[in-house]
T-cell receptor
Framework: DAKTTQPNSMESNEEEPVHLPCNHS???????IHWYRQLPSQGPEYVIH???SNVNNRMASLAIAEDRKSSTLILHRATLRDAAVYYC?????????????FGTGTRLQVTL | ETGVTQSPTHLIKTRGQQVTLRCSSQ?????VSWYQQALGQGPQFIFQ???????GRGNFPPRFSGLQFPNYSSELNVNALELDDSALYLC?????????????FGPGTRLTVT
């Protein structure tokens, strides 16, 4: 499985933008970039995914480098409820297997 | 639309016993995956069921087995429990469509093996 590298932790002030980086230098052409987050005492929650182009949804934006070897999850205005562990995951887009290979993620702390 | 539910919430078992964990998928989803999450770690993929057949498995021994039923509910069975099996067990359902999908996770079952 292609591997991702994320910082262990990051801090942000409330209502400020947050940029969560992810490196995936061994990504293959069929790998989708997925982001999930896990709030305390909950199961992971889907945030966003993309293949080549930047993506936006109601939760966040995903900026993908032109060579696809890195990506950045952008939370436009962090709130206290965004405090969670954020996982960057590569998923093989071929076949039906839905295996997600989680790393240890980035723990985001949001302060007032 | 109901989300993914799991039962029980918490469970305590003794080493050597067997356990069955249950998951009810989100309505309309045809795929369920199970994950094990040790404390302080990310979830680790156990296996996936698609249309009642296992079609993907992680690095877990055969004493971890599962079933998916026609109504897309699912079970995870673990035989001969070991202390290291203590973890949060998560199930996730998804609708495989065009190879692009997102997974919806349940809240998990916390298993403690003593």
């Amino acid at each position: 499985d292609a591997k991702t590298t994320q910082p262990n932790s990051m801090e942000s002030n409330e209502e400020e933008p947050v940029h969560l980086p992810c490196n995936h230098s061994t990504i293959s052409g069929t790998d989708y970039i997925h982001w999930y987050r896990q709030l305390p005492s909950q199961g992971p929650e889907y945030v966003i995914h993309g293949l080549t182009s930047n993506v936006n949804n109601r939760m966040a934006s995903l900026a993908i480098a032109e060579d696809r070897k890195s990506s950045t999850l952008i939370l436009h205005r962090a709130t206290l409820r965004d405090a969670a562990v954020y996982y960057c995951i590569l998923r093989d887009g071929t076949g039906t297997a839905s295996k997600l290979t989680f790393g240890t993620g980035t723990r985001l702390q949001v302060t007032l | 639309e109901t989300g993914v539910t799991q039962s029980p919430t918490h469970l305590i078992k003794t080493r050597g016993q067997q356990v069955t964990l249950r998951c009810s998928s989100q309505s309309g989803h045809n795929t369920v995956s199970w994950y094990q999450q040790a404390l302080g770690q990310g979830p680790q993929f156990i296996f996936q069921y698609y249309r009642e057949e296992e079609n993907g498995r992680g690095n877990f021994p055969p004493r971890f087995s599962g079933l998916q039923f026609p109504n897309y509910s699912s079970e995870l069975n673990v035989n001969a429990l070991e202390l290291d099996d203590s973890a949060l067990y998560l199930c996730a359902s998804s609708l495989v469509q065009g190879g692009i999908y997102e997974q919806y996770f349940g809240p998990g079952t916390r298993l403690t093996v003593t």
